[in-house]
């Protein structure tokens, strides 16, 4: 278990922030988590970012928002995992903290993926995957997550209907939550009509892409205690990587870099899946929901979509997932992606989640995905 404790959220909505630069929206959320931990300095800044040079020709992130949210002088860095950034910038502000190198870390997580529309966007995205293999043929996520779906659907005999429960469930969590960028409730008979995106994903399979930040700060275990009322621990952390490339792996429909990251990060937090209240997932696409259940150990394998058929990861299932919309409906901001889970995850613990609570949720677990799982980040938290 690390000596590691979360005193500090903040979160902007997420939505298409037009009037609103990359570094406003790094602040507001930065603004937010120092007020909320009651400091006012850090002792170093981890930025997750994964497109703001192509999208927003901006680079050196760490030097400009350090400055512009009133940090000049602070160590600060850029942290990129693709769209698992979020979890791996705090994953090393833990490991600073837990050597004792910093006192005090912040990890922002700030993205603007909606100033730009049409091929510029999707060029960006698919600078996750590889480029020598994968986007030299025309490779895009879409088309990666529409490979994905089309195996699963043929290894275990299951239509594309099937995986509404995923995005119903995401969207009758986002529809309370006021930060989510997608508020509206889905029918699941109308999961499988909806225009192709890259067939067989449908636009109702696909989470949107959308501007946005959310920050943490975190502390050692003993300083955080007189700090806040309601310090939340960061009980296990934990990064693992696979082939870049979905052709590479051995088992195209196992994310193996998911269940190594989560094994890891539950032994060290001590925790078995009979104690997990709560699950943030990377449901990029409805298929990445079904394999990640299954990688982690809730599922056996080709079954991880009947979980979302059966109500289980409903918000009073078994296995409560998306509790705030999820990518799907509260949207997905790149890079910021794994910061807002975080923040998510440690607001059900405070038992400040409003509208989207779990009830008694004590340990919770976020798990981030870069590109197809070819990085995953994941960190267990505990009350």
Known sequence: MTNVSIIGLGQTDVKEHWQTSLRHLAWYAIEAALDN???????????????AGPLSGQQHLGALIADFSG?????AVTVEAADASGGAALRQAVMAVQSGLMETALVVGVEKMTDLVGSPVTSALALALDADYETV??????????????????EYGVQVADFAGF????????????????RNKLRADRFASAPLVADPVTLFDAAPT?????AVIVTNYERAQDMVPQPIRIAGSAIATDTLAIHDRKEMLWLAAAQKSAARAMAAAGVSHDDIDVLELHDAFTVLAALSLEAIGFAERGEGWKLARDGEIGRNGRIPISTFGGLKARGNPGGATGVYQIVEVARQLRGEAGDNQVSGATI????CLGSAGATAVTHVLSK
Do not use: C, W
Not at 37 to 51: E, P, S, Y
Not at 137 to 154: D, I, K, Q
């Open 364 to 367: 919770g677990m976020a798990q």
């Open 37 to 51: 931990a009651h400091i006012n300095k850090v002792d170093g800044i981890f930025v997750a970012n994964m497109l």
């Open 71 to 75: 940090l000049r002088g602070v160590e």
């Open 167 to 182: 995005s119903v469930n995401a969207h009758a969590n986002g529809a309370v939550n006021p930060l989510a960028m997608f």
């Open 210 to 214: 959308g501007d946005g930040a959310a």
């Open 137 to 154: 043929h025309g490779m895009t996520p879409a088309a990666v997550g529409a490979l994905l779906m089309r195996r699963y659907m043929y």
